[in-house]
């Protein structure tokens, strides 16, 4: 038996990463014929991934328009307050997640970034009105804490999770 060099076994990944991220939900004997390896390669390659936590998750991209959400955008800048351990408790924490459903909108994804903003936060919600609620909540929950936000609302996805919009057409009506 031939062993394959860490390497290679790098560049195998990859290739098998470049298919996941275009459709995640493809079968291993897709995958493995898409690749050009076998069924047995691209499952052990897929669980050690999935164990070495290079991949920890698979999902679906929804149109929030056809499912009767808007998707929004939300910059968070902190102020230079050091944080107590309560506030990292509650970022660290699924509490924001709680809220947010209570509201009726769901995040989709939470950053920490580098940058003129500290925190990227990307939801959806029903319309306006709860999107500011959020706001305003996540504002009550970090009080003192949170110097400016700014709230964007997305009006076209053109391309989500690695994935172009089968929608395209239309954006070009929208332009």
Request: hydrophobic share 40%; net charge positive; glycine share 2%.
């Amino acid at each position: 038996m031939v062993k394959v060099s860490r390497e290679q076994m790098n560049k195998d990944e990859k290739i098998i990463l470049a298919e996941l991220q275009n459709n995640a939900q493809e079968s291993i004997d897709m995958l493995a014929k898409r690749c050009g390896f076998s069924r047995q390669k691209v499952w052990r390659i897929v669980k050690r991934l999935e164990k070495t936590r290079l991949i920890w998750g698979y999902s679906a991209i929804i149109d929030e328009k056809k499912n009767d959400m808007n998707h929004y955008t939300l910059l968070v800048k902190r102020t230079t307050k050091k944080l107590d351990e309560k506030t990292v408790d509650i970022i660290t924490s699924r509490k924001l997640e709680d809220i947010v459903a209570s509201i009726g909108a769901t995040i989709e994804n939470s950053y920490y970034v580098n940058g003129e903003y500290d925190w990227i936060i990307t939801f959806t919600a029903r319309d306006l009105v709860q999107a500011k609620k959020f706001c305003e909540s996540l504002l009550a929950l970090h009080a003192g804490v949170i110097e400016k936000t700014i709230l964007l609302e997305t009006l076209f996805s053109v391309k989500n999770h690695y994935v172009l919009n089968p929608e395209s057409k239309k954006l070009r009506e929208f332009l």
